[in-house]
């Protein structure tokens, strides 16, 4: 019987190494800005072993890929084009890639004028059948609709914001909530975050009761980030280099619990955060600063509340995105100024990455995301 338990104990040590050795390492997508005829989308395989990157591909998405998302149903990317100027008329891109993340082959199946131009941040629908876009140099929002097949459609809404200097409207952040009841935006120009119900028989936006939170002047809202059940939204704020923690009420709207500095004591030059994450095991939010050059660490209490955990510096110049990869081990930096991504290791226990333990090269890398 003894002799029984040691052959499928080693039987399971056996298939477990195979299964491990077998399993693919997951694919980085990275967009980026351009000049003349570059790509700006470089796809590169993921060693999640010691966090190695090797450049796979190189797809043509057009000018300036600056940021994306995917739909896991059809196998698409949507990148927007953040150009004032596409195919000859004035307005941002919207390019469709059909992808084999296994053979590397894409297509480009679509490519659509967005109004008002300069496109930065697109997301899905909690129902994957639109696509929503906010443009940032004239702060503005468009909704897409998606045919059965996932292609762009047609533009069913467009909003747009105050236009006038010195109140500019800049749309910087649109996404949905964890439970797919309201969309979220954040107007840096406007210091403002807007909250709407989304019709999808028209296909039109709908500001809810209490939907507009003002923020103090010169916050500069950029990226925020829900937690787990969507309880809490945490925001980082461009101009004023602070993350700010919000209760979430379906009735009041946002309730401002928290501001934090995110750049370290005695800082004194030019600071303009971008982006933020939590980690993949809740614990740890991440955020970057551009002009300090670093990542930013704290601690997420079990009431939501941050405590700092700490500062690194982010292995390069302007830290515009970063993303953490699949199993957790690993955060990976976009400098922009610095045309590179940096790979550093999570310590698990106290969330600080460390490294920098590889990088890559590439031109003005503004947005990272995994696919497995």
């Known amino acids: 019987m003894k002799r029984n338990h040691i052959i499928c104990y080693s039987l399971v040590v056996i298939f477990g190494l195979i299964s ?92 659509m004028l967005i109004p008002y131009a300069g496109p930065c941040y697109i997301s899905m629908s909690p129902d994957s059948g639109f696509i929503f876009i906010a443009n940032y140099s004239n702060g503005s929002v468009v909704v897409v609709k998606l045919d059965e097949a996932g292609i762009p459609e047609s533009i069913t809404d467009t909003i747009l914001y105050v236009k006038e200097e010195p109140d500019r409207s800049h749309a910087h952040m649109i996404l949905n909530d964890p439970g797919g009841k309201h969309i979220y935006l954040t107007d840096l120009g406007l210091d403002r975050i807007l909250r709407y119900n989304f019709d999808r028989q028209s296909g039109k936006l709908h500001l809810t009761e209490n939907g507009i939170t003002t923020l103090p002047v010169r916050s500069g809202p950029r990226h925020f980030v829900f937690n787990s059940d969507g309880s809490k939204l945490y925001i980082i ?121 590889n990088s890559a090269s590439m031109k003005m890398p503004a947005c990272l995301k995994f696919r497995n």
């Open 20 to 111: 491990s050795g077998c399993r693919e390492n997951p694919k980085l997508f990275a967009g980026g800005f351009t000049k003349g005829d570059e790509k700006g989308m470089y796809v590169f395989e993921f060693n999640s072993r010691d966090g190695g990157l090797e450049l796979i591909s190189q797809p043509d998405v057009g000018p300036s890929p600056s940021y994306f998302c995917f739909s896991d149903k059809h196998s698409l990317i949507y990148a927007l084009n953040e150009v004032m100027e596409f195919k000859g008329s004035f307005g941002g891109g919207l390019t469709t890639l059909k992808y084999d993340i296994k053979n590397g082959q894409f297509e480009k199946l679509n490519e």
């Open 237 to 357: 704020n461009e101009l004023g280099s602070t993350i700010m923690v919000f209760d979430v009420d379906e009735t009041m709207g946002l309730k401002l619990i928290q501001t934090l500095p995110t750049v370290r004591k005695g800082f004194e030059g030019n600071n303009y955060c971008a982006d933020i994450h939590i980690g993949n095991n809740g614990k740890f939010l991440y955020g970057s600063n551009r002009g300090e050059n670093t990542i930013v660490i704290f601690n997420i209490a079990e009431d939501g509340i941050l405590n700092l955990a700490g500062h690194i510096t982010c292995g390069g110049d302007w830290p515009r995105n970063f993303v953490i990869d699949p199993s957790g081990k690993f955060l990976l930096v976009g400098n922009q100024k610095s045309d590179q991504i940096s790979v550093f290791k999570i310590n698990r226990k106290t969330g600080i990455p460390e490294g920098p333990v």
